[in-house]
């Protein structure tokens, strides 16, 4: 069964960094895309980062650009996001996106990381 699995969250101080890491447990063929998600208590899911598989082209939350950057390694099916100059306004669960596009366009979604900055 497929499914993405993060690491790498924790606790820090505003302006510290985090590398969060999303590997894909299971056979997948096909990768579309895989991407990073956040949801702050209170507020609905939101795009933080994605990452075309087959050609690297990435796309980033107005909120993240400059800061945040998403890379991965294809041989390992693994997605990283480097977090820099954190902000208490970043805190969140961070989920892992894995888009599949065959047989079908499926989204995978991983159990969640806690990231939390403090002021």
């Known amino acids: 069964q497929v499914q993405p699995v993060e690491s790498g969250g924790g606790l820090v101080q505003a302006g510290g960094s985090l590398r969060l890491s999303c590997v894909v447990s299971?056979?997948?063929?096909?990768?579309?895309?895989m991407g990073w998600y956040r949801q702050a208590p209170g507020k609905q899911r939101e795009l933080v980062t994605t990452?075309?598989?087959?050609?690297?082209?990435?796309n980033y939350a107005d909120s993240v650009k400059g800061r945040f950057t998403i890379s991965r390694d294809r041989a390992k099916n693994t997605v990283y996001l480097q977090m820099n100059s954190l902000k208490p306004e970043d805190t969140a669960v961070y989920y892992c996106?894995?888009?599949?596009?065959?047989?079908?366009?499926?989204?995978?979604w991983g159990q969640g990381t806690q990231v939390t900055v403090s002021s």
């Open positions: 990452i075309t598989w087959s050609t690297g082209s990435t």
């Open positions: 996106l894995l888009q599949n596009d065959y047989p079908n366009v499926v989204n995978y």
């Open positions: 299971g056979s997948i063929r096909n990768i579309r895309l």
